[in-house]
């Protein structure tokens, strides 16, 4: 049965920091991985999309990585903003494109 | 990108009523499309596949005789909450991938918070 796990579960940080989130996922046997964000009573924003086949994807600020044999993933979100503060989701689809997701990180950069 | 859109964005209902959720794909088809639960504080936990064309598929310890899930076109998925109780207040949220067979994106409406008197 496949688990994921996101370390911290909450960071606090002040504005202008770099920033490593950490998943990790117990079966190898991924389609893809996908990070999401969440702000409180909202839903779920794509923020990357990794395949099996690829090692990292880059959108703006933010760079996802993927070592699919030792079943991790780190989100790197550099020059942190206040509005980056949320809940970060990780999330593996192990097939028919059913996501499995970890219990999130919740970050808040303060000015 | 894709929009998935929810009706409604929430909803106060009675205990032993029922509630039903739309969960619509603006933009594209999605013979597939999940369900979720999200209770405060938690990750979002997988209810059920829902197929268009055909019968729903339940994860374990999901009832679905409580959870009655509808999948009657290729934009369009119902969850119907039956005989609603206070512990199924939640935020129900859905989802659709992009492309069928796995390897897409998925992509997520904005929930439905569902609170039961």
């Known amino acids: 049965k496949q688990e994921v796990t996101q370390i911290p579960a909450a960071l606090s940080v002040p504005e202008g920091e770099n920033l490593v989130l950490n998943c990790s996922f117990t079966?190898?046997?991924?389609?893809?991985l996908q990070w999401f964000r969440q702000d409180p009573g909202k839903g779920l924003t794509s923020l990357l999309l990794?395949?099996?086949?690829?090692r990292e994807q880059t959108s703006g600020r933010l760079n996802a990585s993927l070592d699919k044999s030792s079943g991790r993933s780190t989100l790197y979100i550099a020059a942190s903003q206040p509005g980056d503060s949320a809940t970060y989701l990780c999330?593996?689809?192990?097939?028919?494109?059913?996501?499995?997701f970890g219990a999130g990180t919740r970050l808040a950069v303060h000015p | 990108g894709a929009v998935v859109s929810q009706h409604p964005s929430w909803v106060i209902c009675k205990s032993g009523t029922s509630v039903k959720i739309e969960c619509r794909s603006l933009?594209?088809?999605?013979?597939?499309m999940f369900w979720y639960r999200q209770f405060p504080k938690q990750s979002l936990m997988l209810m059920a596949t829902s197929n268009e064309g055909s019968k729903a598929t339940y994860e374990q310890g999901v009832e679905k005789d409580k959870f009655l899930i509808n999948h009657a076109s290729l934009t369009l998925s119902t969850l119907t909450v039956t005989s609603a109780h206070p512990e199924d207040s939640s935020f129900y949220i859905c989802s659709a991938p992009l492309l069928a067979g796995g390897g897409s994106g998925q992509f997520f409406g904005p929930g439905t918070r569902l609170t039961v008197l």
């Open positions: 990794i395949q099996s086949s690829q």
């Open positions: 079966d190898s046997a991924i389609y893809n």
């Open positions: 999330a593996v689809s192990g097939g028919y494109n059913k996501l499995i």
């Open positions: 933009d594209f088809q999605a013979t597939t």
